[in-house]
């Protein structure tokens, strides 16, 4: 009872002060506000043909697009960037200097990153005016969930530059054939989310392909909403390679389960609907879409609250597009 009583206390304080801040209604809540999105994923998930193609298809719907490469390890840019962390250091120095493997080396460019801030925070600021900003990071998973340079390095940014991000994590599709894998995707999508602490739209990437991984034991939407994981053990159970690890691997369902945070959208980046329905999503979820009105704070939660595309139909859809039209079993 107290605790309901807290929370509601706590909710009119945050409704009074929106109210103030917005200058009794008529607000200007969003404004001078830098949006953009932190582009991460395991290495091969397509994050740098992401930057590239989102920054095509944002420039096309107005936006003025500067893609910041964080990658050490991105050697051919598809993309013309307005920061390359190559000018502040380089994996291919870093690693024969330290005597480091290319995982250590990314860690160690990670942390050099974060010593060196006022670098970064320098190239941004001529930025930070009316573009859009897309960061192009690395695909060593460990640094968004155990390491904590990297969220250091965009916590400072969000605070020194206003900046609102987002974290679109990208996850190859090809992750769904198998369950294991699909079980660990989910797991490394949780744990982002939890470290990084930032809005977070996970994606399943390179959807057009999923079709030639040969049938999924389940439809698309069950991997999208990430429905009742025990489905999965039926089929973790018939690969022996599993057995080993099925205790372990129910468990980490119904963590996973508990959580109730993870689901997916999908994406093939070459398919200006398929990056409408993602934008849209991004777009709400760190502001962007507030930041032209000059709006009430009831008028920003009327928007707030209304439909997003993310819904069964679109992923039937997607379905229909990309897989087999054979029968797949529930
Ligand atoms: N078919 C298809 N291929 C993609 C898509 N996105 C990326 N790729 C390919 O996946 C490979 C790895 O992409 P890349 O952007 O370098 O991945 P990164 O290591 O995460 O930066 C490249 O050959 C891309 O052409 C997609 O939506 N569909
Ligand atoms: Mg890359």
């Known amino acids: ?34 949006f ?22 944002l420039s096309l719907m107005g936006r003025k697009v500067a893609i910041v ?29 330290h005597s480091l ?28 005016k009316d573009h859009y900003i897309l960061f192009d990071f690395p695909g060593q998973v460990e640094l968004f969930f155990i390491h904590d340079s990297t969220k250091n390095v965009l916590t400072k940014l969000i605070k020194s530059l206003n900046l609102r991000l987002t974290a679109v994590q990208l996850i190859d599709s090809h992750l769904c054939c198998d369950p294991g894998n699909y079980v660990s995707a989910l797991l490394l999508s949780l744990s982002t ?53 099925r205790k372990l691997t129910k468990e980490l369902c119904s963590v996973i389960e508990d959580y109730s945070l993870v689901n997916f959208t999908t994406l093939d980046i070459q398919d200006k609907e398929s990056v409408g329905d993602l934008v849209k999503l991004i777009d709400k979820s760190n502001g962007y879409i507030f930041s032209g009105i000059d709006a009430s704070v009831v008028e920003y939660s009327k928007i707030a609250i209304g439909q997003t595309d993310w819904d069964y139909n679109r992923v039937a859809a997607v379905q229909e597009m990309y897989m087999e039209d054979e029968e797949t079993q529930d």
């Open 193 to 245: 989310m939890l470290h990084m602490e930032l809005p977070h739209v996970n994606v399943l990437s390179k959807i057009d392909l999923i079709g030639s991984y040969g049938k999924l034991a389940f439809n698309l939407d069950f991997y999208t909403d990430v429905q009742d994981l025990s489905y999965l053990e039926h089929h973790l159970s018939q690969d022996p390679r599993s057995a080993k690890y």
């Open 101 to 128: 493997g290319p995982n250590g080396g990314l860690v160690y460019c990670m942390e050099y990153l974060e010593k060196n801030i006022d670098w970064l925070e320098s190239k941004l600021k001529p930025l930070l």
């Open 36 to 57: 953009g999105q932190v582009v991460i994923g395991p290495p091969g998930s397509g994050k740098t043909t992401y930057c590239n193609g989102m920054s095509q298809f």
């Open 1 to 34: 009872m107290l605790c309901y009583f807290d929370c509601a206390l706590k909710l009119l304080c945050f409704f009074v002060y929106c109210l103030i801040v917005s200058d009794w209604g008529q607000s200007s809540l969003f404004r001078n506000m830098v």
């Open 69 to 97: 490469n964080l990658d050490p390890a991105n050697d051919a840019l598809p993309y013309e960037c307005a920061v390359n962390i190559e000018e502040l250091i380089k994996l291919e120095d870093v690693m024969p200097e």
